[in-house]
């Protein structure tokens, strides 16, 4: 089974997505830690954001960028070497991330790569073009949304920074809303929602909520339980 869950920058899809397999036993296959693991390995090779767009395959599959399933979680590796998940959140790699993610040839890359992933596992997956263009066929797809200021709330707080200042939680709603844009506009698989994904608005919501929900919407679809997201 394969569950897709979209979403704009900081509506906590990995977080969530992460619970969610925990909880029904699949494997989490982090999209966004894929295309961090190639910024990071491109700016650590000191290649030149400019040069990123003129990738060819060959290219990005130098940068010694795999992945494999350890303990029902993606590891991503570089040159055989796993990479923190704290070099993955870095500052400068967020700053980067979208520029890499409008390459086309990472784009072709990682979607094969996801694929194969994804092949003989159950999975949740969690990105911005999962249920439109990796799985458009997953048995489940689940479009996560929040308020752009709870958006940056829950961001400065993941981040061990202090969300209650207004101008920080209104100066990373803005950040946040610039990224959503970027995504939104790019030419390749851009950020959307899919038509046949259930929109799921966090805002209102506890963390366990919005797990809870969209482990009862997955259960359903393998014929298991009820399955109804909160109104």
Known sequence: MIVAIDGPAGS???ST????????GFQHLDSGALYRALTLAALSASIPEERWESFKAGDVAGLGVTAEFRDGALCTLRDGRAIEDEAL???????????????PAVRKWLLSRQRDLARDADVVVDGRDIGTVVFPEADLKVYLDARPEVRAERRLLQRGEPASAGRQVRREAARLQARDRTDAGRAIAPLRRAPDAVLLDTSDLTFEEQVDAIVALARAALGNGPGEAPS
Do not use: Y
């Open 17 to 24: 997505a992460r619970a969610v397999a925990e909880r029904l």
């Open 89 to 103: 959140r870095a500052d400068e790699i967020t700053a980067c991330v979208s520029a890499m993610a409008r390459v």
């Open 12 to 14: 906590g899809k990995s």
